[in-house]
């Protein structure tokens, strides 16, 4: 095979893979990203209203499924993906990257923090989910369009 | 002769006139008041601050470590202009530090400075006007307990004919109303305060109600929701129809208040991130009192 050829194939292959990774949409994976982080949350609130038995399993699952959203979310905002789909995403994040990163590096800390305490009952679990929750509206207040309904 | 008589009633006319014009941009004020037997309650004071939000337009620190500094400077950016939330430190000259009480009340209650001059509605006078004495003297003895800041207030920016505050003499004769936007169909003191507290120093209708053509709240959509008064996005509907809090109970409200986790399990933002976290210092009986309310609100006809 020559070598120009075997040269515009690699051309082609990695032309061919950024269109794969252009294919998949950031706006809806990051979409289920966030439901899941909204059922891991209802799972916690559900406990400290008292409307579902106190269970430190799914504690620990909810959170570890928060730690996972604080890990990657911050990926799933690239520059190309502000508007699209029915993405809520305000046009902030991207002019102040620097306080979005912020905004969820609070959020992971909080996270940790409820890990690191471990809790064991309801009474554990509150003043942690609250750390969480304030970091949640940290970002929904300046990063997220509200709904139109 | 008829030509002089047609003018000397054209001059009555002119004269009769203006009078009435003098009276209807007058300020309405109140000349005095006994607060001789008022005795003061901080607690309920600051209890007041955070039901009326003051601090979510005034306070130049958003830091809660750091002492609240009534600066102002906040721009609210409106169709008719950009409105800016003035120094209500405790500055004698650029604050509110030298005001009676009496002038306090009558700026929450009426809408007018202490020299007589219009407030434009940007200032919620519209619904502190629903507050009790008590309330008001308690929350002025609070805020004069906050430092001072000598910073300046910034001049309002307003379009034409709204940069003209003696419009709103008649304006206020016509919409400024005291008296409660529900009438309530049961007595009951919860219901009663939550009515109280929304619609008096909570003043949610300011932005969950839609606006009429003149500015003001049109009562008749209460809690409906409309388009945000900032004029980007819409501010939901807050009545118990399906499309407000239909499907929330009592507690889901009271909860989301506390805490700001919806009955969808979604977490607040934007602008009602700051609305929530001071109600959620306020007692739980007063959230409550909120929820009961607001479940009584019936949705627009």
Known sequence: ?149 | MPFKRNVRWWLTGLAISCVLFWWLIQPLTLDSLNLADESVNLVNGEHMFYAGGCAACHASTSDGNQPLLLTGGQALKTRFGVFYAPNISTNPENGIGNWSTLEFINAMRYGVSPQGQHYYPSFPYTSYTRMSTRDLVDLKAYLDTLPADSSQSLQHDLKFPYNHRWLLGPWKRLLLDPSPVLELDREDAELERGRYLVEGPGHCGECHTPRNMFGAMDLNAWLSGGPSPEGKGRIPDITSGPDGLGDWSKADISYFLETGIDAEFDVVGGSMVEVQENISRLSEADRNAIATYLKSVNSKP
Request: proline share 4%; charged share 25%; with cysteine.
């Open chain 1, 1 to 149: 095979m020559h070598k120009q050829s075997l040269i515009l194939l690699t051309i082609a292959a990695t032309l061919l893979s950024s269109l794969a990774i252009r294919a998949d949409d950031p706006i809806s994976e990051r979409q289920d990203l966030m439901d899941g982080t909204r059922d891991a949350l209802k799972a916690m609130v559900k406990m400290v209203r008292g409307e579902a038995e106190f269970d430190a399993d799914t504690v620990t699952n909810s959170l570890n499924t928060m730690q996972n959203t604080a890990a990657t979310a911050g990926d799933l905002f690239p520059p190309g993906s502000e508007t699209g789909g029915d993405t809520e995403a305000l046009p902030s994040i991207w002019s102040d990257r620097e306080g979005f990163n912020q905004a969820m590096d609070h959020f992971a800390k909080a996270v940790d923090t409820a890990l690191a305490a471990n809790p064991q009952s309801v009474a554990d679990l509150n003043p942690v989910l609250r750390g969480i929750t304030k970091t949640c509206k940290g970002c929904h207040d300046d990063y997220r369009q509200e709904k139109d309904n």
